[in-house]
């Protein structure tokens, strides 16, 4: 009788041990349920929201933006050539060489233009050119720097360029007429020049040059 009664109860405990987990195991299925149910949502969610128009809209948009910044120098540039190849001359030698420069400095907003000879001395110069006896010096500095670097027998430099504390670049283009050496300066603020900005000028002053020696 007393092995019947712990046989008895050892079952009625089994039971409500398996009983018990089977609940415990109802629950948990229950909650994986509504989560799933909850990651389900947002992710419909989130499908609906990249494509609606809006969304795509401001992705747009962002993309234009950020290609417009990485192009924006390159599009200046192309810019700048194309200005510096549409110069147009004037009458009369030295009043054509001065509009020219003139042009120069308000097509590439420099705030000084200045042609000069090997030395240094003012051929001709922008309208708005300040201090051009610094400028042809200055000139005459990277001239004599230029024929340094070629001394060996290396690659002689074209133009060279200076930026300085107040955020202005100065950029010296050296050529020659008729084997006459000369400098084509320009002064810009920003650091936004290179080297061969305003070699498309060159074409328009080597013709006007020769002109006025034939």
Not at 31 to 38: D, E, F, P, Y
Not at 120 to 142: K, N, V
Not at 179 to 207: C, F, Y
């Amino acid at each position: 009788m007393i092995s019947l009664l712990g046989l008895g109860a050892a079952l009625l405990l089994l039971i409500a041990g398996y009983l018990l987990g089977a609940r415990e195991g109802n629950k948990a299925r229950e909650s994986l349920r509504l989560l799933n149910r909850g990651f389900a949502k947002e992710i419909v969610q989130l499908r609906i929201k990249v494509a609606t128009p809006k969304d795509n809209k401001e992705n747009n948009e962002t993309l234009r933006a950020a290609l417009q910044e990485i192009l924006s120098p390159l599009v200046t540039r192309e810019r700048l050539s194309y200005e510096m190849s549409r110069l147009e001359s004037g009458a009369g030698q030295q009043r054509n060489l001065a509009s020219v420069l003139d042009q120069m400095a308000d097509k590439g907003n420099f705030s000084s233009v200045l042609l000069s000879d090997a030395q240094g001395w003012r051929i001709a110069a922008s309208t708005a050119t300040t201090d051009p006896e610094r400028l042809g010096a200055t000139a005459s500095l990277l001239l004599l720097l230029a024929d340094r670097i070629a001394r060996d027998g290396s690659p002689a430099p074209l133009s060279l360029m200076l930026y300085d504390t107040g955020n202005t670049t100065t950029l010296c283009r050296l050529f020659s007429v008729n084997n006459q050496r000369m400098t084509l300066t320009v002064v810009a603020n920003g650091s936004e020049l290179t080297p061969a900005a305003i070699d498309p000028a060159l074409v328009k002053l080597n013709a006007m040059l020769i002109s006025s020696e034939s």
